[in-house]
């Protein structure tokens, strides 16, 4: 079984969480600029065996696209281009950020360490990875 890789495309930076071999876990990967995402991706996916990519979906209260989807679609083109072999699935992101940002609270995270847009996108990624496990449980 392949791990299940999750994105938080945004326009500067883009979060990335992973599952275990037996797509079980969800976990924060890494936050990297997202002119590198596909040079990470196609280094990441040499050593790791990934069959199924989970892009965070934006939208808005009504249940349409938000503002940053037409920065997505180039993005989810591209993808399906450059790893034809890998489907991509789409998950709602709404609130994923405010999520990540409490999740950081609740944990004890000093005030200077919750302003880490990095981390709020890595934790994001995971986030969303978690929501997808959750929707296409066994």
């Given at each position: 079984?392949?791990?299940?890789?999750a994105?938080?495309?945004?326009?500067?930076?883009?979060?990335?969480?992973i599952?275990d071999?037996?797509?079980?876990?969800?976990?924060?990967l890494?936050?990297i600029?997202?002119?590198?995402?596909?040079?990470?991706?196609t280094?990441?996916?040499?050593?790791?065996?990934?069959?199924?990519?989970?892009?965070?979906?934006?939208?808005?209260?009504?249940?349409?696209?938000?503002?940053s989807?037409?920065?997505?679609?180039?993005?989810?083109?591209?993808?399906?281009?450059?790893?034809?072999?890998?489907?991509?699935?789409?998950?709602?992101e709404r609130?994923?950020?405010k999520?990540?940002?409490q999740?950081?609270?609740?944990?004890?995270l000093?005030?200077?360490?919750?302003?880490?847009?990095?981390?709020?996108?890595?934790?994001?990624?995971?986030?969303?990875?978690?929501?997808?496990?959750?929707?296409?449980?066994?």
């Amino acid at each position: 079984m392949g791990r299940i890789l999750a994105i938080d495309y945004g326009e500067k930076r883009t979060g990335i969480a992973i599952t275990d071999e037996l797509q079980i876990i969800a976990s924060g990967l890494t936050t990297i600029d997202t002119k590198k995402i596909f040079s990470f991706l196609t280094d990441y996916l040499k050593n790791e065996n990934v069959e199924l990519f989970v892009v965070g979906e934006p939208k808005q209260m009504n249940n349409t696209e938000s503002e940053s989807a037409q920065f997505i679609k180039p993005f989810i083109i591209k993808l399906s281009q450059t790893f034809p072999k890998i489907p991509i699935k789409r998950v709602d992101e709404r609130f994923t950020s405010k999520m990540a940002f409490q999740s950081m609270i609740d944990s004890g995270l000093k005030k200077k360490h919750r302003q880490n847009k990095a981390l709020i996108d890595e934790i994001s990624a995971t986030i969303i990875l978690q929501t997808y496990l959750q929707q296409n449980e066994k």
